[in-house]
């Protein structure tokens, strides 16, 4: 009997205990559908003011971006580009230079070429002028020795030509006189002076 009556307090005590966590959940729900309703009303009686708060915020960003931040973009992108055209201009400019620079090289190498042409050639000129001017003076000069060296021996010509014809009238005389004697070779043809007296004709 003891027992059973344990057991009936015991049940009561859940039953009361289920009863009361029942009723608060009830309770927790019917305050977060109050605070929800609460919320909807307040949201319907702002919504006005938010939406102009909302434009003027976007009013506000569109001017911000407008005055600050697309400048700031225009101004870089403006920037980059201008040292685009610098970076591009400059490369341009460094390969007409190189480009003109070999141009001058090539000019300056023919020139100095041509100019070595014609160094060569007028040195050439130079030395057949010499060559042609030493000839000329060595053949005066030879003509000059041969002159002195014709007149040496025409004056040894007619020298030998005087000896000769005086030594032929001596012989003359001594022929036409067989009596005298004065040489040694008296009686003899006087051959050897023949060719001595052409030689002397042929130089006159």
């Given amino acids: 009997m003891e027992g059973d009556a344990r057991s009936d307090g015991a049940f009561e005590y859940e039953e009361i205990a289920s009863f009361d966590s029942d009723q608060d959940s009830e309770d927790e729900v019917c305050g977060l559908a109050d605070a929800f309703q609460q919320f909807e009303a307040r949201r319907?009686?702002?919504?006005?003011?938010t939406a102009h708060v909302e434009e003027v915020l976007d009013a506000l960003t569109l001017e911000c971006f407008s005055f600050t931040v697309a400048p700031m973009l225009t101004s870089f992108y403006k920037t980059m580009l201008e040292k685009q055209q610098q970076e591009v201009r400059t490369a341009r400019e460094e390969r007409e230079a190189v480009a003109n620079r070999t141009i001058e090289e090539q000019l300056a190498f023919k020139k100095a070429q041509r100019l070595k042409l014609?160094?060569?050639a007028l040195e050439?000129?130079?030395?057949?002028?010499?060559?042609?001017?030493?000839?000329?003076?060595?053949?005066?000069?030879?003509?000059?020795?041969?002159?002195?060296?014709?007149?040496?021996?025409?004056?040894?010509?007619?020298?030998?030509?005087?000896?000769?014809?005086?030594?032929a009238y001596t012989h003359t005389r001594e022929w036409h006189q067989p009596n005298k004697k004065c040489f040694s070779h008296r009686g003899r043809q006087l051959t050897y002076l023949k060719p001595v007296l052409q030689q002397s004709k042929v130089a006159i």
């Fill in 44 to 49: 319907r009686r702002l919504s006005p003011i």
């Fill in 124 to 167: 050439e000129a130079a030395r057949v002028e010499a060559l042609e001017n030493a000839r000329q003076e060595e053949e005066l000069k030879e003509a000059e020795r041969r002159e002195i060296l014709l007149k040496q021996q025409l004056d040894e010509n007619d020298e030998e030509e005087i000896k000769v014809k005086t030594l």
């Fill in 118 to 120: 014609e160094q060569d």
